[in-house]
């Protein structure tokens, strides 16, 4: 019951607001309407060839597409008991008007001629001569195809209150300002859409709003008299749509007010140094220009008055660096906080677009749509602390993978517009939740979206946002896989159990984290067993040899030793108690040690020629000490000769203790580059050593010998 009352009250208010706001219409006449509201008629519509006796309430009457040829003396006598405002003559076939018709009309505030070709300028101006200007404040004479303005068209407006003046849609093409010359307190003046190429201001003290869009000037009107401004006060100035080919600095010298410029459509090839530099209130500038502006001058936009500036459809190549310094484009207007420059080319390289925006630090507004943009520059808006509506529509940005370079900190940015560009995936990291928290509006449609399950996050943000989301769900749609292209976003529902399967990319993953662990196990054995896989490859050599020799076993018996050992004294103690223990007791190889078997007596020259020539190889024991000895570096140099006849098989080079580079010598270089050498490591590898050794001294000699330096 409670329920059902409550509904009756909310029925009967929307009706009572209803009753309240509605207009009807009732008849007035054979020929009118009147647009009634509950106190009682406020306009009407006639269309006879008559204007018959209406309603008193009547403020507003509108005599559109009649047959009404002639009004005559007394044809607007009905409407003289009336307080009527606002009369409109439009469309009809107007071709005489009494000089008395409006006499009595003495609250007549607004008078509209409008699209009525068949009346002479010159009747309508006998018309005005006897006008109440009482109450008179708006003069509309409109797209009535006259060819020219009488100089005197409104000489009887003396002691005028006219504020404003519409003569556009006419075929003017030229007029004199004096015909304005009693409108001192006009405020408004618009003469768009004539033919105009030439005009000639008069002075009119009080205007400030001036409209010359869709003419034929070729240049910017004189707005100055001998001594200062025709138009002190003018605060909005529209030139669009003319013939203008040239703006320089002088252009808007009398214009100390001056607030608002419109030069859209003008055919400028060149925004010159200082054009508004003398505009010091100016604040917002149109510069639509379409297709023909091909070089704006480093300070074109001098002005530090300037807060809007309006570029779009231009078409301007700021790609092409020659044609605009984007180090000084806005360096001087740094109070701007409104820039469109859409359906313009931007440049690809990111430090050329962010040197443009860097100065405008007060900037809230940044249109940038249809200007080809592909990536945003890394920190891009970092300095634009109040941007509040950022438009990136119709470009070719595809990801938002570095978002938080892109705007940094930004806290104020409460409009963002992503629509019709190449997104297909929205994660957690396109934006970040200081943006997103921001926010008030976003517009992500049109945007190539995969329904896959890296898009439940988005979904599920959606859900859950207070962001109003423009143009969602009908411009949100699937386009990958093709199996959902054309499905409404909203209507994918990726659960958690088909989300979370087991990813391909985890194992492979795994795979290549165990390939990289294996390769890194290899490398660190490499590097820990060097030594053991090098005397392994020795060893291999040696057997290889041995499968290839071409002497007998019994050859070794033609010399008294199996070697005969060159080592320094500091490494003594290893070659008498190891590597002679070793061979001799273990492998049956007898080796000539100098200290035990040269002759006693004899000079250590004679004896190394004599022993050497019964040995069968020769083993040299290399190490640190071996390098800085010189008596050992002698003996190398003798036992190279060895080598030179019987080739790198005659020699056994045993690496005890790895030598420094500061120690290696040139023989001991070239010895070593020459001939395979094994090395000394106790633990792990060790027995690989004995074994390589023991091998070695036991391969017969390749024949016949070569020699190899």
């Not at 990111?350 to 507004?365: A, C, G, H, R, V």
Request: proline letters at 3%; glycine letters at 4%.
């Amino acid at each position: 019951m409670i329920i059902t009352d409550v509904w009756f009250g909310i029925i009967a208010i929307f009706m009572i607001i209803t009753i309240i706001h509605c207009d009807t219409y009732h008849d007035c006449g054979a020929s009118c309407k009147c647009f009634l509201k509950v106190t009682g008629a406020r306009r009407a519509f006639c269309n006879g060839y008559y204007i018959p006796k209406l309603p008193v309430s009547v403020l507003k009457i509108e005599i559109r597409n009649s047959n009404l040829t002639d009004i005559g003396h007394f044809a607007l006598v009905n409407l003289t008991l009336h307080s009527v405002y606002e009369l409109v003559f439009s469309g009809n076939s107007i071709r005489h008007i009494h000089q008395e018709a409006f006499v009595n009309l003495t609250c007549l505030t607004v008078l509209t001629i409008n699209n009525e070709t068949s009346l002479n300028v010159e009747v309508l101006k006998q018309a005005l001569t006897k006008v109440s200007l009482k109450s008179l404040k708006t003069l509309r004479l409109t797209n009535n195809n006259w060819q020219y303005l009488p100089n005197d068209m409104f000489d009887s407006f003396k002691n005028t209150k006219i504020q404003k003046v519409y003569l556009t849609g006419n075929q003017f093409s030229s007029i004199n300002g004096s015909a304005f010359r009693f409108f001192t307190l006009c405020e408004r003046l618009f003469l768009e859409e004539n033919q105009l190429t030439k005009i000639y201001f008069w002075k009119m003290q009080r205007l400030k709003r001036l409209g010359l869009e869709r003419n034929r000037l070729a240049k910017v009107p004189n707005f100055c008299s001998l001594h200062d401004s025709l138009f002190p006060r003018l605060e909005r100035l529209s030139l669009s749509y003319n013939n203008i080919g040239n703006i320089d600095k002088t252009s808007f010298i009398c214009l100390p007010k001056l607030k608002d410029l419109h030069l859209k459509g003008i055919s400028i090839v060149q925004l010159q140094n200082n054009i508004f530099s003398s505009l010091n209130k100016l604040e917002y500038i149109n510069l639509e220009m379409i297709n023909t502006l091909k070089r704006i001058e480093d300070f074109a936009f001098n002005s530090t008055s300037i807060k809007k500036i309006l570029m779009q459809h231009c078409k301007f190549r700021f790609d092409i660096v020659e044609r605009f310094n984007p180090v000084t484009i806005f360096k001087c207007c740094p109070n701007v906080n409104y820039v469109n420059l859409g359906i313009n080319y931007l440049p690809k390289i990111p430090n050329i677009l962010y040197s443009m925006f860097i100065p405008l630090d007060n900037l809230e507004t940044l249109k940038l749509y249809s200007t080809n943009l592909v990536n945003l520059p890394r920190n891009l808006l970092n300095n634009l602390r109040n941007l509040r509506e950022l438009n990136l529509h119709d470009n070719s940005i595809h990801t938002l993978d570095h978002s938080s370079e892109i705007f940094g900190n930004m806290t104020t940015l409460k409009f963002l517009d992503l629509s019709s560009n190449l997104i297909s995936i929205m994660n957690k990291t396109s934006l970040q939740s200081t943006i997103l928290n921001s926010l008030e509006q976003i517009n992500l449609g049109a945007n190539p979206f995969s329904c896959t399950c890296d898009q439940k996050w988005f979904l599920e943000w959606i859900k859950q946002t207070k962001v109003k989301i423009v143009g969602y769900p009908y411009r949100y749609k699937c386009r990958y896989p093709n199996k959902l292209e054309g499905q409404y976003l909203k209507d994918y529902n990726p659960t958690d159990n088909i989300c979370k399967p087991w990813n391909q990319l985890y194992t492979m993953a795994i795979v290549l984290s165990l390939f990289g662990i294996s390769i890194l196990v290899i490398i660190i054995f490499i590097w820990i067993c060097q030594n053991n896989i090098k005397n392994s490859v020795y060893l291999l050599r040696v057997v290889y040899s041995h499968r290839q020799g071409h002497f007998t076993l019994d050859d070794r018996l033609n010399y008294e030793y199996d070697a005969f050992v060159v080592y320094c004294d500091a490494d003594r103690k290893w070659v008498h108690n190891v590597f002679l223990k070793r061979m001799e007791s273990e492998e049956g190889i007898k080796l000539c040690i100098h200290q035990r078997d040269f002759d006693i007596g004899k000079n250590i020259t004679g004896n190394i020629d004599k022993y050497l020539e019964k040995s069968w190889k020769v083993v040299v024991v290399m190490s640190n000490d071996f390098a800085k000895s010189e008596w050992c570096q002698w003996e190398v140099d003798i036992v190279q000769e060895r080598r030179r006849r019987q080739g790198k098989d005659a020699f056994l080079l045993i690496m005890l203790k790895t030598i420094d580079s500061k120690h290696m010598t040139s023989p001991l270089r070239t010895l070593l580059e020459s001939t395979p050498h094994v090395s000394f490591q106790t633990g792990v590898g060790e027995d690989m050593f004995w074994r390589a050794a023991a091998r070695s001294l036991q391969k017969q000699l390749g024949l016949p010998p070569v020699a190899v330096l």
